[in-house]
């Protein structure tokens, strides 16, 4: 079984300053890691992947995430906010040595808000 | 190039009805998902399609809930005899291949509303 916590309904943060929106993840094996973005009235865009390597991912829009398999955490972080970065954040998992089609686990999100 | 296109984007319905909704994938991609999204309750999984092979039901919460996919193409979803506990987004999603590390493109999606 897998699964993801995105510990935060909602992440508070003033523009100019850094962000950071919480993920946790727990697979029987290895992982591979994403984060997805909602904004009002879309679909869901994909932001990053950690697939193997180094343990710092680079996306789009500015943002990275950093794969700690000891905290099994997969943070996604951005140095300095703006405005347009508000929406809805998923983080998801799937289960390398799985294989089924339900195996990418979506968490329940994290509205990220930036205060002008 | 043009994404996954969803139909249609608002659909309201009455208790008990029928109702379909439809997907177009992205031109190549093999690969189909189907999930929805209720406020406060995450991503859940529908159904998956990838080619030929038959799909995985496994996450349809009912058999009121179908879904098919034409020609490895289009697919529909139905929905027989409406609850009110249906009311959700429908994502459709598409992916070029089965391989585990390729990213969904989802649709906008259809916001279900059941009177």
């Known amino acids: 079984a897998q699964s993801v916590a995105q510990p935060e309904d909602q992440v508070n943060v003033a523009e100019g300053n850094p962000l950071t929106v919480k993920c946790t993840y727990s697979v029987s094996g290895n992982p591979y890691l994403f984060w997805y973005v909602q904004y009002p009235n879309r679909g869901l865009q994909f932001l990053l992947k950690y697939i193997t390597g180094d343990n710092l991912v680079k996306g789009s829009y500015g943002f990275e995430a950093e794969f700690n398999k000891s905290q099994t955490s997969f943070h996604l972080k951005k140095p300095s906010a703006l405005v347009s970065d508000s929406a809805l954040y998923f983080c998801?998992?799937?289960?390398?040595?799985?294989?089924?089609?339900?195996?990418?686990?979506f968490g329940k999100g994290t509205h990220l808000i930036i205060q002008p | 190039g043009a994404g996954v296109s969803q139909s249609p984007s608002n659909k309201v319905t009455e208790k008990g009805k029928d109702v379909e909704l439809r997907c177009d994938p992205i031109?190549?991609?093999?690969?189909l998902y189907w999930y929805r999204q209720s406020l406060g309750q995450g991503l859940e999984f529908l159904i998956y399609?990838?080619?030929?092979?038959?799909?995985?039901k496994s996450g349809l919460p009912s058999d009121r809930f179908s879904a098919e996919r034409t020609g490895g193409s289009v697919s529909t979803l139905t929905i027989q005899r409406t609850q009110q506990e249906d009311s959700a987004v429908y994502l459709c999603a598409s992916s070029l291949d089965r391989q585990e590390n390729s990213p969904l493109h989802f649709g906008n999606g259809t916001r279900l509303t059941v009177t």
């Open positions: 031109s190549g991609h093999t690969a």
């Open positions: 399609f990838q080619g030929n092979s038959a799909p995985d």
């Open positions: 998801a998992v799937r289960d390398k040595s799985g294989g089924g089609a339900d195996g990418l686990t």
